[in-house]
C-alpha cells in the first residue's frame, strides 16, 4: 500500500477513536451522579455570566466554570432560597466562603425544584467538548512534528487512558489546564524555532487560556524561562536573537496577562488593607476566627499586594492566588500507601501517576524517554517537550496538598507525544511490541468500563486494591451514588448506615437512599454500613480496616456488616 495512503488511514482510525472516546465521555457524563466540586463550579459560572460578579469559588480562575454554565443560560433553572444571603456573606474579602459555596452548589441542584440529571450533563457537555479538542490536538501536533504512524500511537494512549475517561467528562478544571499547557508548550517551541506574529499571537492565547482554567497554571512562567535557556543552549535560538526574543516574551506575558484581565472586566476595585486575614482562607480545616493569625501570614499577604499593586491584578483572581498558594503551603489531609499526612509526600504524584496509568501506558512512556536520549531524531523537539513536562511535575512535587492524579493532567498529554518516536526506531520487533502493548491497553481498559475513576494498575492490585493506595479523587469522589441507590433498592440491609457525604444530606436523599447517619457507626454498632473508600481510609474509620469487606457495591464503595463485638 502507498505510504499517503496508508497515512490517511492511520488519521482516520486515530479520528474514528476520538469519536468514539467523545460519545464514551457523553455516556459517563449523563451516568455518573455528581462528584463533590460539580456543583460548586456550575453555580459559580452560572452568577459570573448572569451577574458579573466573581466572589463565588475564587480559588479556580473563572473560564471552566463559565463555559460549564453557558447551557444553563438557556434553561429555566431556579436559585436556592437561601441564596441572597449567602451571597451576601460571600462578599467579605477576607472570608473563604468555600462552605457556602458548597451549600449553594448542592442547594441548586438538590433542593431548589431543578433537574440535577439535565442541568448536569448539560453543564458537563462543554468539558467533553474540551477533551476532544485536547485529543484533536495530540492528533494534529504528532501528525505535524511526528508521523501518521506516531499520531496514532499518542491517540491510542489518550483515548485508553482511564485518568482523561475519568476526568474529561467533570465540570472541574483539569482536562482543560491540560490543554492550555499543551498548547503553550507547542506555541513556545513554535514561537523559538521560527519568530512570526502567528506564532506570538497563539503563545498569548495559550498563557492567557491556562491562566483562566486553573491557577497551578502559573507554572508555565518559571517553565517558559527554563525552555527559553535550553533553546539557547541547543541552537533553537541564535545569539543574535535572544534579546530580542526575551523581549517578545515580556510582550507576551504582558498581552496575556492583559486578556485574563479583559476576562474579568477590567476589574480595578482595590485589594484591600490587611488589618487582619481569616485563618480559614489560609487553612481549610482551620475553625480559628480572623484575630487568630500569624503575623507572618498578615506580612506575606501584605508584600503580595504592595509586590502586585501595580499589575492591575482583579481583586477576586488575587485571593484565588493566594488560597492556593496557601493551601499549596499548608497541605491537606490525605492519604498514600497506608499512611495519613496533611503535609505529604515529595513523591505522591510519581507514585499515583504510576500506579494510575495501565502498565502498557507505563511501559511505552518510559521507553519513549529513553529513546528521547538515545536516539538523534528530533532530540531537541523531544527534549523540548520532556523538559516542559518534568517542569510541571517537579514544581507539582513541592506541594503539600496531594489529593489527587488529576492535578498533574499537564504532564499526561506532553508525555503521550512522546510517544510517537516509536514508529521512527528501525526494529521490526519493537513495532510488534508496541502493538502488543496497545493491545494489551486496549484490553485493559475496556475491562475497567464504567469504573475509571478507581482504575489502578494490576502492579499496585488493580481497582479492587485501590483504596489501600490512594483515595479522595484517585478513588470515589462522589460519582457512585447511582450504584448505591441501584445496591441498597435491592439488597435487604436494615439498620443501614451510609458515609458517603461528598454532597451532602440532599443528594442522598435525591437518590432515595434510606439511612442513618454513618458517621455515628462506631466499633459496638449493630447493622450494616455503606462507606466510600476515601472514607475508610480516614484515621476515623482505621478500625474497620481489621474487619472483612462484607461486599462491594462498586471498586471504591464498600459494605461492611456490623455485629457490634469488635475487637482489637
Not at 466499633?523 to 472514607?535: C, D, F, H, P, R
Request: glycine letters at 6%.
Amino acid at each position: 500500500m502507498k505510504p499517503r495512503r496508508l497515512d490517511k488511514i492511520f488519521v482516520l482510525i486515530a479520528v474514528l477513536l476520538l469519536a468514539g472516546q467523545f460519545a464514551l465521555q457523553l455516556y459517563l457524563a449523563n451516568r455518573d451522579s455528581q462528584t463533590t466540586d460539580e456543583a460548586v463550579h456550575l453555580l459559580a459560572g452560572y452568577t459570573y455570566l448572569t451577574k458579573h460578579d466573581f466572589r463565588f469559588n475564587p480559588e479556580h480562575p473563572i473560564l471552566v466554570k463559565a463555559l460549564a454554565a453557558t447551557p444553563l443560560l438557556f434553561m429555566d433553572v431556579k436559585l436556592p432560597s437561601d441564596f441572597d444571603q449567602l451571597w451576601d456573606k460571600s462578599s467579605d474579602f477576607f472570608y473563604d466562603s468555600w462552605r457556602e459555596n458548597r451549600l449553594l452548589g448542592e442547594n441548586f441542584l438538590y433542593q431548589s425544584g431543578n433537574d440535577p440529571q439535565k442541568i448536569l450533563f448539560w453543564g458537563r457537555f462543554p468539558v467533553v467538548v474540551l477533551t476532544f479538542l485536547l485529543g484533536l490536538s495530540i492528533l494534529l501536533a504528532s501528525r505535524k512534528l511526528f508521523s501518521a504512524a506516531g499520531a496514532l500511537i499518542t491517540v491510542s494512549l489518550y483515548v485508553f487512558n482511564p485518568i482523561v475517561l475519568a476526568h474529561g467528562h467533570l465540570i472541574t478544571t483539569d482536562i482543560a489546564v491540560a490543554l492550555g499547557y499543551f498548547l503553550a508548550t507547542l506555541a513556545a517551541f513554535s514561537f523559538f524555532k521560527k519568530q512570526s506574529w502567528q506564532s506570538f499571537v497563539l503563545l498569548t492565547l495559550g498563557v492567557s487560556f491556562a491562566l483562566l482554567i486553573k491557577f497551578t497554571a502559573i507554572i508555565l512562567i518559571p517553565a517558559i524561562i527554563v525552555l527559553f535557556i535550553y533553546s539557547c543552549l541547543s541552537g533553537i535560538l541564535k545569539k543574535g536573537e535572544r534579546l530580542k526574543i526575551f523581549g517578545l516574551l515580556v510582550a507576551v506575558a504582558l498581552s496575556s496577562w492583559l486578556l485574563v484581565w479583559a476576562c474579568y472586566g477590567f476589574e480595578t476595585s482595590k485589594i484591600p488593607k490587611v488589618d487582619s486575614i481569616s485563618q480559614t482562607m489560609i487553612d481549610r480545616n482551620s475553625q480559628t476566627t480572623k484575630t487568630e493569625v500569624s503575623k507572618s501570614q498578615q506580612s506575606k499577604f501584605d508584600k503580595i499586594v504592595s509586590s502586585t499593586s501595580v499589575a492591575m491584578v482583579p481583586r477576586d483572581y488575587f485571593k484565588g492566588l493566594f488560597m492556593v498558594i496557601t493551601h499549596v503551603e499548608n497541605g491537606h489531609d490525605s492519604y498514600l500507601l497506608g499512611q495519613l499526612s496533611k503535609k505529604g509526600w515529595w513523591y505522591y504524584f510519581p507514585v499515583v501517576f504510576v500506579a494510575k496509568n495501565p502498565i502498557p501506558t507505563v511501559i511505552l512512556l518510559a521507553i519513549s524517554v529513553y529513546c528521547v536520549f538515545v536516539f538523534k531524531r528530533k532530540r531537541v523537539l523531544n527534549l523540548f517537550l520532556l523538559i516542559s513536562a518534568m517542569s510541571f511535575l517537579l514544581v507539582a512535587m513541592t506541594s503539600k496538598a496531594n489529593l489527587g492524579v488529576r492535578h498533574i493532567m499537564p504532564v499526561i498529554p506532553l508525555l503521550i507525544i512522546l510517544t510517537a518516536n516509536l514508529v521512527d526506531v528501525k526494529s521490526r520487533q519493537i513495532r510488534v511490541f508496541v502493538i502488543i502493548l496497545i493491545a494489551w491497553l486496549v484490553f485493559d481498559v475496556v475491562s475497567t468500563f464504567p469504573y475509571y475513576l478507581s482504575y489502578f494498575n494490576q502492579i499496585f492490585g488493580g481497582r479492587d486494591s485501590g483504596y489501600k493506595i490512594a483515595s479522595d479523587s484517585n478513588l470515589d469522589w462522589g460519582r457512585d451514588l447511582k450504584d448505591v441507590a441501584t445496591y441498597i433498592r435491592s439488597h435487604e440491609m436494615s439498620p443501614l448506615y451510609v458515609e458517603y457525604g461528598w454532597d451532602g444530606p440532599s443528594s442522598l436523599q435525591y437518590y432515595g437512599i434510606n439511612h442513618e447517619d454513618g458517621s455515628m457507626v462506631n466499633k459496638n454498632t449493630i447493622g450494616y454500613l455503606v462507606i466510600g473508600g476515601s472514607a475508610v481510609d480516614s484515621e476515623e474509620f482505621s478500625w474497620l480496616n481489621s474487619l472483612a469487606i462484607y461486599d462491594k457495591i462498586t471498586p471504591s464503595v464498600f459494605v461492611y456488616k456490623l455485629n457490634g463485638t469488635f475487637n482489637e
